[in-house]
């Protein structure tokens, strides 16, 4: 019987998947779109790793970050729920045990984390400008006609970049136009973008930070080696990217899982049948204070599974048919 430890990362662009085995190693990994659809992004990828994992396995833990890890949490059952810091951390610290910084950039997102010694000592997040992230990458990517997947080479392909303006998503694609109508070639302006994200990353979700190498750079915007080379040449240190980029926080969470159910604890794993599951979720304000607070409600087959929001604990459920 395989035993396995599940981590799952639910964000508003992507949803990942991993299975680990017992020595942390990754036996299957699911990259995939949550088009606005958690629930249905959550249930597809559990399905994708029960087919792939086959019918020989025990689920020995469960684990949930992202943005919707609470949503991950309850459809799951998992042992651990976890923030995107401490996830992405632990998995570095998987991967590159002595690593010091942590530059991550997801599709909405993007985060610096500062280990030392295995601990995380400080941290930044940018979830405002979009000229950080990987959907500014893929809408650019779209108006010059060069495939996401060959921007990373196309940026190499330059011998002269040209400076465009990064403070601002909207600031940016005005002068990329510009750019353009002026002759400069595609590459020396998709070279140019992968400099300006790389300066507004470091402006502000890395201003003030103490970066020292070991360095590691992970999420979706890893696969582009024009920004590694851009990072690279800002900070006149090298960079590893990771085997598994993209799922970090996914394996992350699935090692947190592992630690939550040490010393032989039963895991909350609601089964595979978890995604075949119909589930139902409501919200409603709640006016008992000022705060007017928005309460989230998760169903299934008519049973309240939890619910969340309140700032205090009045609406708090997550044991079934406790209301």
């Given at each position: 019987m395989k035993k396995v430890f599940l981590g799952v990362d639910v964000g508003s662009v992507s949803t990942n998947f991993v299975a680990l085995d017992e020595n942390s190693k990754v036996l299957v990994k699911r990259y995939l779109r949550t088009k606005g659809q958690p629930i249905q992004a959550i249930q597809t990828g559990l399905r994708d790793v029960k087919d792939e994992l086959g019918e020989e396995v025990e689920v020995q833990g469960v684990g949930s970050t992202g943005s919707a890890r609470t949503l991950a949490g309850v459809i799951l059952g998992?042992?651990?729920?976890?923030?995107?810091?401490?996830?992405?951390?632990?998995?570095?610290?998987?991967?590159?045990?002595?690593?010091?910084?942590?530059?991550?950039?997801?599709?909405?997102?993007?985060?610096?984390?500062?280990?030392?010694?295995?601990v995380v000592v400080d941290f930044a997040m940018n979830t405002v400008c979009a000229a950080g992230t990987g959907?500014?990458?893929?809408?650019?990517?779209?108006?010059?006609?060069?495939?996401?997947?060959?921007?990373g080479d196309k940026a190499l392909q330059s011998d002269s970049p040209v400076r465009i303006a990064g403070r601002c998503s909207v600031f940016a694609e005005s002068d990329m136009?510009?750019?353009?109508?002026?002759?400069?070639?595609?590459e020396d302006i998709i070279r140019g973008l992968s400099e300006a994200l790389v300066r507004n990353y470091l402006n502000n979700v890395g201003k003030g930070k103490e970066i020292l190498e070991p360095l590691v750079f992970q999420g979706g915007v890893a696969a582009n080696n024009g920004i590694k080379a851009a990072f690279e040449q800002e900070l006149g240190m090298d960079i590893t990217v990771p085997e598994n980029f993209n799922v970090m926080g996914?394996?992350?969470?699935?090692?947190?899982?592992?630690?939550?159910?040490?010393d032989g604890k039963?895991?909350?794993?609601?089964?595979?049948?978890?995604?075949?599951?119909?589930?139902?979720?409501?919200?409603?304000?709640c006016s008992s204070c000022p705060n007017m607070c928005e309460i989230v409600n998760i169903k299934s087959e008519g049973e309240l599974l939890a619910r969340w929001g309140g700032r205090c604990e009045k609406w708090?459920?997550?044991?079934?048919?406790?209301i």
């Amino acid at each position: 019987m395989k035993k396995v430890f599940l981590g799952v990362d639910v964000g508003s662009v992507s949803t990942n998947f991993v299975a680990l085995d017992e020595n942390s190693k990754v036996l299957v990994k699911r990259y995939l779109r949550t088009k606005g659809q958690p629930i249905q992004a959550i249930q597809t990828g559990l399905r994708d790793v029960k087919d792939e994992l086959g019918e020989e396995v025990e689920v020995q833990g469960v684990g949930s970050t992202g943005s919707a890890r609470t949503l991950a949490g309850v459809i799951l059952g998992a042992d651990a729920v976890k923030n995107e810091i401490t996830a992405h951390a632990v998995a570095a610290s998987q991967q590159v045990p002595d690593v010091k910084t942590v530059l991550e950039i997801g599709g909405q997102d993007s985060k610096i984390i500062i280990l030392r010694e295995g601990v995380v000592v400080d941290f930044a997040m940018n979830t405002v400008c979009a000229a950080g992230t990987g959907s500014f990458l893929d809408h650019q990517s779209e108006r010059l006609g060069v495939p996401i997947e060959n921007f990373g080479d196309k940026a190499l392909q330059s011998d002269s970049p040209v400076r465009i303006a990064g403070r601002c998503s909207v600031f940016a694609e005005s002068d990329m136009i510009h750019k353009q109508q002026m002759g400069h070639e595609t590459e020396d302006i998709i070279r140019g973008l992968s400099e300006a994200l790389v300066r507004n990353y470091l402006n502000n979700v890395g201003k003030g930070k103490e970066i020292l190498e070991p360095l590691v750079f992970q999420g979706g915007v890893a696969a582009n080696n024009g920004i590694k080379a851009a990072f690279e040449q800002e900070l006149g240190m090298d960079i590893t990217v990771p085997e598994n980029f993209n799922v970090m926080g996914a394996i992350g969470s699935a090692i947190l899982a592992r630690d939550a159910v040490r010393d032989g604890k039963k895991t909350n794993f609601r089964g595979f049948e978890a995604s075949d599951l119909q589930y139902e979720a409501s919200s409603f304000e709640c006016s008992s204070c000022p705060n007017m607070c928005e309460i989230v409600n998760i169903k299934s087959e008519g049973e309240l599974l939890a619910r969340w929001g309140g700032r205090c604990e009045k609406w708090e459920v997550l044991e079934k048919n406790v209301i």
